[in-house]
């Protein structure tokens, strides 16, 4: 376990899908501003226990909670966990994600329910385990969500495209259903990293298509979220930190 010495009011943060590359510059962002953080993983236990000694090394205080995000059944647990390791909590961050090409025309139910889980459901089941903690402490959720969630362009992914859609809707009706103790907004990443067997010609295609004309950065994604989480009067808004691919 990582610990530093800090007061009982320090906030605490539940960061989901901790270890992968966007997970880890948002806990990395959170923990320089103060935050405790629960790190959560499914599968990758070894890139978690990883990024936990790197954040020890930096006397960051942090603790791991383990769950399968493909049963949201069973989620609300991680939640427990952080909440009798530290007493509060106030700050959500669904980050977790999982892409699995979806054929619309031939489509594998089993992986269309493990997309819908993982980017709807169990965000969704999240969020209400750990309403009653976030109402104390006036804290807020922050959802991963996706440009392609709004454009139906992401061909033989519609599963992806169509859950990260229901993401974006679930942040604008769970904040009106939590306010206004409890802000819920979202961040919803462009050209950050690229499907699985991308060529170089694709992924300069992609790029062609937005205003900057380059990649994006994950640490460009975890300061948006510091943003959402520091600014109070921010509620139901969904981001966009595309490179201008929405306006071009």
């Known amino acids: ?3 530093r010495t800090l007061s009982a009011d320090a906030p605490v943060a ?5 270890a992968s590359p966007l997970g880890s510059s948002i806990s990395r962002k959170l923990a320089q501003g103060g935050f405790r953080l629960a790190l959560h993983f499914g599968k990758s236990k070894d890139k978690t226990l990883r990024l936990q000694k790197e954040m020890g090394s930096s006397s960051v205080e942090t603790f791991l909670v383990k769950a399968d995000l493909s049963r949201p059944g069973q989620v609300h647990s991680i939640v427990g966990q952080t909440t009798r390791r530290w007493g509060r909590l106030d700050l959500l961050v669904n980050n977790a994600g999982l892409f699995l090409p979806t054929p619309l ?6 992986d269309w329910t493990q997309l819908w889980n993982i980017h709807s459901l169990s965000p969704c089941a999240l969020a209400v385990a750990a309403r009653p903690w976030l109402k104390k ?3 807020s959720i922050v ?4 440009i392609y969630g709004e454009l139906p362009i992401l061909q033989g992914h519609a599963a992806y495209s169509t859950s990260k859609a229901a993401l974006i809707f679930l942040t604008k009706f769970l904040a009106v259903a939590f306010a206004p103790e ?5 961040v919803s990443p462009g050209a950050i990293s690229f499907p699985e067997g991308y060529d170089a010609p694709q992924k300069k295609s992609l790029i062609q298509r937005t205003a900057l004309k380059r990649q994006g950065t994950p640490d460009e994604i975890s300061e948006a979220v510091w943003f959402l989480t520091s600014n109070h009067f921010v509620t139901g808004q969904v981001l966009r930190v595309d490179g201008g691919r929405f306006v071009y």
Do not use: K
């Open 182 to 186: 409890i802000r819920v907004n979202a």
């Open 137 to 139: 402490t006036r804290g």
């Open 143 to 146: 959802n991963i969500t996706d």
């Open 105 to 110: 025309l031939r489509p594998d139910w089993n």
């Open 14 to 18: 539940l960061v989901t899908g901790a």
């Open 1 to 3: 376990m990582a610990r």
